[in-house]
């Protein structure tokens, strides 16, 4: 029994001669130094923004110049005795491309005499009456009229309004001597059409289009969130006009809005600029976004040690096992302290070099190598931890799946294209793709740069 003991005291005092004390190496040099981040590029983009503006304000407004009702005639000493009245019934407004047509519907009459001669203002003769449409129901008249639209670079509306048709629908057909009572009604109200004409013009020029678009301006200027990834800056530069056109009674018109647009970490509100005046309009849509991701280094941490806390390295007697892992900013390499128990116990220091897989979205660490001061610790008391199987069966290991933190900034990027501004600005838009751009190791987090791009329109109606 005594032979016994003594044979397992001997073999436990081997064991503990054998694991000695646990390692505890000093750090690398380089830890906690990082090389200074390139900033974000910024590239020039292009958003398109529809804009519908009602130009029934206007029509009325023009309208309300012109009487709804007036009259007129001529009394000569011989010939034709008349009196007229005509009456603004309605106003029907059709937009075709860019031309704004008008229809009017007039109703009309007319009363008078025929004259054959005349002696000291007396007809020689018992003058000839004659009326249609005056004490019965009035005839009608349709009138149209185009207005042709411009738009000069500080925003204003020129438009160039005439009468393209004015054409009595049941004419009244009186004649004498050869003068028709129509058409000399037809003449007398020219005049007071072109009195319409000049007031939609008129008006026109006086529609404040710019003070329209400014909230729009405004509302860009503002970052849009992106949950945890930071707030998106459009940081419009220039606007132009690509496309216009009439729709009923509203100005369908499309603006081109050049940006350079960035995701930042932080809130930065600039002071607004004022609107621009309008630039040459370049063809083109679409939107490109640098924006970096960040993977903290204590979820990388987390996730590895839960992963690796499974795996043996080592052969026969020696072998420990991972019990955590801490990663950390080193230079231009990721470190890595790895906390192990076994055979033996402590911690280990090594270096790596990330490389991210576009492919299939993950960070391998390649390149795993001991610190030197690690390396040095080791020859002295666990050297067969240099074994080449360890350090390749650790970088085999180290992958780590990047998909969830693409999916986020997918999801974040995408809603952020998708939401409602100030001023009634609707963002519409979509992430077509996400692509790998580099990568730098920050203080606290690995840095993925990636490059957002897609379709990106903004949306406002003025009514």
Not at 159 to 174: A, I, K, N, S, Y
Not at 386 to 394: H, N, P, S, T, V
Not at 431 to 451: Q, S, T
């Amino acid at each position: 029994m005594a032979n016994t003991t003594g044979s397992i005291t001997l073999g436990l005092f081997l064991l503990l001669l054998g694991c000695g004390r646990p390692l505890h190496p000093l750090p690398p040099q380089s830890s906690g130094h990082t090389i200074a981040v390139d900033p974000l590029p910024e590239i020039d983009s292009r958003l398109t923004i529809p804009v519908l503006v009602d130009l029934a304000p206007i029509i009325e407004k023009a309208q309300s110049e012109w009487p709804r009702e007036y009259t007129g005639g001529a009394h000569p000493c011989s010939g034709l005795r008349y009196r007229y009245k005509v009456e603004r019934r309605g106003m029907k407004v059709i937009g075709q491309r860019k031309t704004l047509a008008a229809h009017l519907s007039l109703g009309y009459g007319f009363q008078g005499e025929y004259c054959a001669g005349c002696i000291m203002e007396i007809c020689v003769n018992p003058p000839i009456p004659f009326s249609c449409g005056w004490d019965e129901p009035m005839r009608r008249m349709e009138v149209e009229m185009e207005s042709k639209l411009t738009l000069d670079p500080r925003w204003r509306l020129i438009t160039e309004t005439r009468f393209t048709h004015l054409q009595p629908v049941d004419e009244c057909r009186v004649t004498f001597a050869r003068v028709n009572i129509n058409d000399e009604l037809l003449k007398q109200l020219t005049p007071n059409l072109a009195v319409l004409e000049k007031a939609i013009d008129r008006e026109s020029g006086a529609v404040p289009l710019k003070s329209y678009i400014q909230p729009v301006w405004s509302a860009l200027q503002e970052p849009i969130p992106l949950d945890e990834l930071g707030w998106l800056h459009i940081k419009p530069a220039a606007l132009s006009v690509a496309e216009w056109s009439f729709k009923g009674t509203e100005l369908d018109l499309t603006l081109g809005l050049r940006a350079r647009p960035v995701v930042l970490p932080d809130f930065k509100l600039s002071k607004p600029a004022a609107l621009p005046d309008l630039s040459q309009h370049q063809a083109g849509s679409g939107f490109q976004i640098y924006t970096d991701l960040m993977l903290p280094y204590s979820k990388l941490s987390t996730l590895m040690t839960s992963f690796m806390d499974t795996i043996w390295l080592g052969s026969g007697k020696n072998l420990i096992r991972i019990t955590g892992m801490r990663f950390f900013p080193a230079g231009k390499k990721l470190g890595i302290e790895l906390s192990f128990t076994g055979i033996k116990k402590g911690v280990l220091f090594l270096l790596s070099v990330p490389e991210i897989d576009q492919a299939t979205r993950r960070l391998h660490l390649k390149e795993v190598e001991y610190d030197l001061n690690t390396r040095n610790l080791m020859l002295k008391s666990a050297h067969w931890l240099l074994d080449e199987k360890i350090r390749r069966k650790l970088s085999e290991n180290m992958v780590f799946e990047l998909k969830d933190l693409y999916d986020f900034a997918r999801r974040s990027i995408q809603g952020s294209l998708n939401q409602k501004l100030d001023g009634g600005v609707v963002l519409s838009g979509n992430l077509v793709r996400l692509e790998y751009a580099g990568h730098a190791l920050g203080n606290d987090a690995l840095r993925i740069r990636v490059l957002a791009s897609g379709e990106i329109s903004a949306r406002v109606s003025f009514k």
